[in-house]
């Protein structure tokens, strides 16, 4: 509500708020890897649970905007990357698909996206690769 009151006050709301989302979830998923490289992953996961909050928020609201589905996939991208720092295979491949499925959605909405794209074809190469890195079962 505040990064679309702040679009209001500058006389740019609706149409630079998925913009303006964008730009926080940069700030929130470069925020989660500082975390995660200084070892503090409880603070990547808060991060990360806010990400996903922010961008649950801004998906019912706008269901048919892109780039709100492209923050919701960078949400369970960064708790996929939490998930590696325990090796939690499980919760990888689950955060890795539902980070797929909203990368997908986005693309569907606007299929000209090429941020979209990237992330398609970026999550489609690492659940193949899940494939070879999951440990065997004991």
Not at 89 to 106: G, S
């Amino acid at each position: 509500l505040a990064l679309e009151s702040k679009c209001e006050a500058l006389g740019v709301y609706p149409a630079l708020l998925p913009a303006a989302a964008m730009q926080v979830c940069g700030i929130a998923a470069g925020r989660a890897t500082e975390q995660r490289k200084a070892g503090r992953l409880d603070d990547a996961r808060w991060t990360a649970a806010s990400l996903f909050a922010f961008g649950k928020v801004l998906v019912r609201r706008d269901p048919n905007e892109a780039l709100f589905h492209l923050v919701l996939c960078e949400a369970f991208d960064q708790q996929a990357k939490n998930a590696w720092k325990v090796n939690d295979f499980p919760a990888i491949e689950a955060a890795t698909r539902n980070a797929l499925v909203a990368a997908c959605t986005a693309l569907h909405l606007e299929p000209r996206n090429t941020a979209a794209r990237m992330k398609v074809a970026s999550l489609q190469d690492k659940i193949v690769g899940l494939a070879s890195r999951r440990p065997p079962p004991q």
